[in-house]
């Protein structure tokens, strides 16, 4: 039996080898091939060990670091717009560095009258008004640039005119007889567009000269519910959304359409020179924040449950659960701008400016405005 056992205890040792080269054997030999030989002992030096690939990366850096918010005092950079003359602001925008509203106060009815455009230097916390032509109870939507100023003059119920007023020669022109309602105005250079109920379930999107009164329809809306989104120009682009909810983009001068088909509703598209944003619904809890560009026309869905919404040159400020955030184009990274013990509701946005009411206590309007990626040193 001695031959047998010694057979068979050499059998089981070969097979415990075989397996202990089929498990471990590749690991061993990627060692083996990826070991540098030890010259130490000739040279005198220590080769400097070659990084493992296994080895743990380098944390990621935030990417909310890279912005001024990150690290800011939110109470230190906000600024309450006070205006002792009016109890009420409205209509805010931004144009030429400075925000811009109308200022008024209570009449015999119960209802504000809106008398005065209200100029706010964001720099110096200054103000200066402005007293345009005015035949009716209130001045609505100003838009302001360099050489011109249009309104509307409407009564406490809608309708009235829409007026030009040249800054250079401080001349009004009645553009046009408003015959129902309050719309919003959008101004680039000497032209002005705004859609209009013009008949019982028939809306006009209308492109004015404000220097000549001269005016063209450029879209007819039949009982449709984008006829409820406003205009933008910028830059000679006029961005809407046509009857059946495309987004467009024409270029006023040359009149060429670019459309983006999106497939998603489409609602106050807005522009900066670079994104195109929109929202995806009616100021309801189901709307979503987009923004594309001509490059990239692939909607990117920026944030949800919108209820407004307005654009800075890098970012877009938008409202949320009583709540003011912005969210910066190029990273997506979203901060909220309104105090913790606060509510607010967002008023408007441009350049490097948000501006809102803080809606915290309702005994007065209580209106604070911000910069977004720069601050003082003190802030």
């Not at 909310?64 to 006070?82: D, G, I």
Request: charged residues 20%; contains cysteine.
């Amino acid at each position: 039996m001695g031959p047998l056992v010694t057979a068979l205890f050499c059998v089981l040792l070969f097979a415990g080898f075989v397996a202990l080269v089929i498990l471990y054997g590749p690991t061993v030999m990627n060692w083996a091939l990826g070991c540098a030989p030890d010259w130490s002992c000739i040279t005198g030096e220590t080769p400097a060990p070659s990084p493992s690939p296994l080895s743990t990366p380098e944390p990621t850096q935030n990417p909310a670091e890279n912005h001024a918010l990150y690290s800011v005092n939110l109470k230190e950079v906000q600024t309450e717009m006070v205006i002792p003359d009016f109890q009420y602001l409205s209509d805010f925008g931004f144009a030429l560095g400075q925000l811009i509203c109308v200022g008024g106060n209570y009449t015999s009815d119960g209802t504000a009258a809106f008398v005065r455009v209200v100029f706010q230097d964001l720099e110096e916390n200054s103000h200066s008004y402005l007293a345009l032509p005015q035949n009716y109870k209130s001045i609505r939507f100003p838009q302001v640039n360099e050489n011109y100023i249009v309104y509307l003059d409407v009564t406490g119920s809608g309708g009235g005119r829409l007026m030009s007023y040249d800054r250079n020669t401080q001349e009004s022109l009645e553009l046009k007889t408003v015959h129902y309602g309050v719309f919003k105005l959008t101004l680039w250079d000497k032209y002005v567009a705004w859609t209009e109920r013009t008949g019982s379930v028939r809306d006009k999107l209308f492109l004015c000269d404000v220097t000549t009164g001269e005016s063209v329809t450029l879209h007819i809306f039949d009982d449709s519910p984008f006829a409820l989104s406003s205009p933008y120009l910028y830059d000679g682009l006029l961005f809407y959304a046509d009857s059946d909810g495309i987004l467009q983009s024409l270029d006023i001068l040359k009149g060429e359409y670019t459309s983006f088909d999106t497939g998603l509703y489409v609602h106050d598209p807005k522009y900066n020179g670079t994104y195109i944003a929109f929202m995806s619904g009616n100021h309801d809890e189901s709307s979503g924040l987009y923004c594309l560009t001509f490059e990239n026309p692939e909607p990117v869905l920026l944030a949800s449950g919108v209820a407004d919404f307005y654009m800075g040159d890098t970012f877009a400020a938008y409202m949320k659960d009583d709540r003011v955030y912005v969210v910066f184009f190029e990273d997506g990274v979203t901060f909220c701008i309104t105090r913790t013990e606060e509510t607010a509701q967002l008023l408007g946005a441009g350049g490097d400016y948000v501006v809102w009411m803080d809606t915290t206590w309702r005994d007065k309007d209580i209106v604070e405005y911000m910069r977004i990626t720069e601050f003082d040193d003190e802030g």
